[in-house]
């Protein structure tokens, strides 16, 4: 499929969805939805076994919703506005294969909320993250309410929300919204050398991992326990698990489907 604000591509068994709205990213209506299309393309795509966000501009990562949009906006435009984010959400947090992020720039608003819901966020030493939506009086709605929550807990997610303050990178990796932090120039080439360490890995497993980790997280600790457990008998059932049995007993390289 084309996009007229992404841009899409594979390399390695890794697919890479880059942000591209010129001149900064600004989340419109049509960007909107041709980011969780986007992600379902790369999803059925059997050559990707890992999906990076990203984005192809130089200096930005997204400045966020295109405000623009929002000047008159009523309760029920935002109703369609939220419904399309939190579909987004649900297609993240639902996916079976890893999600990473490789964030530079300018990241704030809708276009960081997304990867809050990655796996692993790397980013780039010039990465400037924030969620300053308390200043047009809106929550910052991809999630992010309940993402932060769990990334930083109660006390640190709502100060960042209440002072709606942009941080560096290293300070956003100190908080726990970033897990890695490169040089920028070294940025695309390690997380693609990351992802495609991932991608030699048995993918039903990574998939089982994701899932009793994303989900079980938000459930009690004995539902947890049963997404485990159900996941755990699953898995003894590939033919992966056999596979990785020979090749540790023989002391040889494993061929993963």
């Given at each position: 499929?084309?996009?007229?604000?992404?841009?899409?591509?594979?390399?390695?068994?890794?697919?890479?969805?880059?942000?591209?709205?010129?001149?900064?990213?600004?989340?419109?209506?049509e960007?909107?939805?041709?980011?969780?299309?986007a992600?379902?393309?790369m999803?059925?795509?059997?050559?990707?076994?890992?999906?990076?966000?990203?984005?192809a501009?130089?200096?930005?990562?997204?400045?966020?919703?295109?405000?623009?949009?929002?000047?008159?906006?009523?309760?029920?435009?935002?109703?369609e506005?939220?419904?399309?984010?939190?579909?987004?959400?649900?297609?993240m947090?639902?996916?079976?294969?890893?999600?990473?992020?490789?964030?530079?720039?300018?990241?704030?608003?809708?276009?960081?909320?997304?990867?809050?819901?990655?796996?692993?966020?790397?980013?780039?030493?010039?990465a400037?993250?924030?969620?300053?939506?308390?200043?047009?009086?809106?929550?910052?709605?991809v999630g992010?309410?309940?993402?932060?929550a769990?990334?930083?807990?109660?006390?640190?997610?709502?100060?960042?929300?209440y002072?709606?303050?942009?941080?560096?990178?290293?300070?956003?990796?100190?908080?726990?919204?970033i897990?890695?932090v490169?040089?920028?120039e070294?940025?695309?080439?390690?997380?693609?050398?990351?992802?495609?360490?991932?991608?030699?890995?048995?993918?039903?497993?990574?998939?089982?991992?994701?899932?009793?980790?994303?989900?079980?997280?938000?459930?009690?600790?004995d539902?947890?326990?049963?997404?485990?457990?159900?996941?755990?008998?699953?898995?003894?059932?590939?033919?992966?698990?056999?596979?990785?049995?020979?090749?540790?007993?023989?002391?040889?390289?494993?061929?993963?489907?």
């Amino acid at each position: 499929m084309d996009f007229q604000n992404l841009r899409t591509r594979k390399h390695d068994r890794v697919g890479w969805i880059e942000y591209h709205r010129p001149p900064v990213n600004a989340v419109d209506w049509e960007m909107l939805r041709e980011i969780p299309s986007a992600l379902e393309e790369m999803l059925g795509d059997s050559e990707v076994r890992v999906i990076v966000f990203a984005s192809a501009l130089e200096k930005y990562f997204s400045v966020g919703a295109d405000l623009k949009l929002f000047d008159g906006m009523k309760p029920e435009d935002m109703r369609e506005w939220m419904t399309l984010c939190h579909d987004l959400v649900g297609k993240m947090r639902r996916s079976s294969k890893p999600l990473l992020a490789a964030v530079h720039g300018t990241a704030v608003g809708a276009g960081f909320e997304a990867v809050l819901h990655c796996d692993i966020r790397f980013a780039a030493t010039d990465a400037r993250i924030g969620q300053p939506e308390v200043n047009i009086a809106l929550l910052p709605g991809v999630g992010t309410t309940q993402a932060l929550a769990r990334l930083l807990g109660r006390p640190r997610a709502i100060r960042f929300l209440y002072e709606g303050a942009i941080v560096s990178a290293q300070e956003a990796a100190d908080m726990g919204l970033i897990d890695v932090v490169h040089p920028r120039e070294q940025l695309l080439e390690e997380v693609q050398s990351y992802a495609r360490s991932l991608a030699m890995k048995p993918a039903k497993c990574l998939a089982a991992i994701r899932r009793t980790i994303t989900l079980g997280g938000s459930v009690s600790f004995d539902e947890g326990l049963r997404l485990e457990f159900d996941a755990e008998v699953e898995l003894a059932g590939t033919r992966d698990f056999q596979e990785g049995i020979r090749a540790f007993l023989n002391k040889s390289q494993p061929d993963w489907e």
